[in-house]
């Protein structure tokens, strides 16, 4: 416990939080693993991917335009960040990062729904609904844990720089090839491709590897155990629908490179 000490805050005082660490982070990493296994949320490619004994059953759920489930799903978690700063006005430089930083992905991610993707099919609501409440709570989570450790010591060793170099390295690369996704299709065409360029020539998923750079940035930035757990939680989760991703195009592409991983470049 010494050893973690130098490297995070001790929990808060708060039965809530430290509940929720558990928690949340329990069920999207849960999540992340039926993933792998083949049960899907309902967006993007696998948007309508089910089996024989629940097609009737997704066929009766009420579906909107890919576009504004995007925006449902990041929407909430950017107002979060931003009414964060109305309710905490005098924070230290710890809390300042963190509200700017979560603010700033989530704002992104919204002018990338608005400008720079390409649809071709709907979401579910209830899919969109599930995501959107696991980035609202957990940015406001990450934010108030923050706020209840202000009264505790702080770490030893601080990670504030390194967090602020992996959000920024995230956030750029993110970006990057989620731009060169839209890329992928010209004007009209809404089927599926193999993405190239950038990281895409060795993994299929380097947007989900940079999302989760952002997201130990956060960790970072915070020391928190809730936001640690919480970024590792989300790690499964992408790298779940990484493998999920990779065996899609597999399957629709004989001439998938079989080099291109799903995650980690040459391992995974």
């Known amino acids: 416990m010494n050893t973690l000490s130098a490297f995070l805050f001790s929990p808060p005082p708060s039965l809530f939080v430290n509940v929720m660490?558990?928690?949340?982070?329990?069920?999207?990493?849960?999540?992340?693993l039926s993933e792998a296994r083949g049960t899907h949320l309902q967006y993007s490619k696998f948007?309508?991917?089910?089996?024989?004994?629940?097609?009737?059953?997704?066929s009766e759920q009420l579906r909107i335009s890919s576009r504004l489930g995007m925006l449902l799903l990041y929407t909430p978690a950017a107002l979060a960040g931003a009414m964060s700063f109305w309710f905490f006005p005098n924070d230290d430089w710890r809390i300042?990062?963190?509200?700017?930083?979560?603010t700033l992905h989530f704002f992104k991610r919204d002018f990338e729904v608005l400008f720079v993707h390409k649809y071709s099919?709907?979401?579910?609501?209830?899919?969109?609904?599930?995501?959107?409440?696991?980035?609202?709570s957990s940015t406001a989570l990450m934010i108030y844990t923050?706020?209840?450790?202000?009264?505790?010591p702080e770490p030893s060793i601080d990670l504030k720089n390194i967090g602020i170099g992996l959000f920024l390295v995230g956030i750029t690369g993110n970006m990057y090839h989620h731009y060169l996704l839209s890329q992928t299709r010209k004007k009209g065409e809404t089927g599926y491709k193999i993405p190239k360029g950038g990281l895409f020539n060795i993994v299929i998923c380097p947007h989900y590897l940079c999302e989760i750079t952002v997201y130990f940035g956060f960790a970072l930035i915070s020391q928190t155990l809730y936001s640690l757990c919480f970024a590792i939680a989300t790690a499964i989760y992408l790298g779940g629908r990484s493998y999920a991703t990779r065996k899609w195009y597999v399957s629709k592409f004989d001439d998938f490179p079989p080099h291109i991983k799903a995650l980690i470049p040459f391992l995974f």
């Not at 300042?96 to 979560?102: H, N, T």
């Not at 099919?121 to 609202?136: N, T």
């Open 121 to 136: 099919g709907k979401m579910v609501l209830d899919s969109a609904i599930l995501i959107s409440l696991s980035y609202f």
């Open 47 to 58: 948007w309508n991917t089910s089996n024989s004994a629940t097609k009737s059953s997704n």
């Open 96 to 102: 300042l990062l963190l509200k700017s930083a979560l």
């Open 21 to 32: 660490t558990v928690v949340s982070s329990a069920v999207v990493a849960v999540i992340g």
């Open 146 to 152: 923050q706020q209840l450790s202000k009264a505790l």
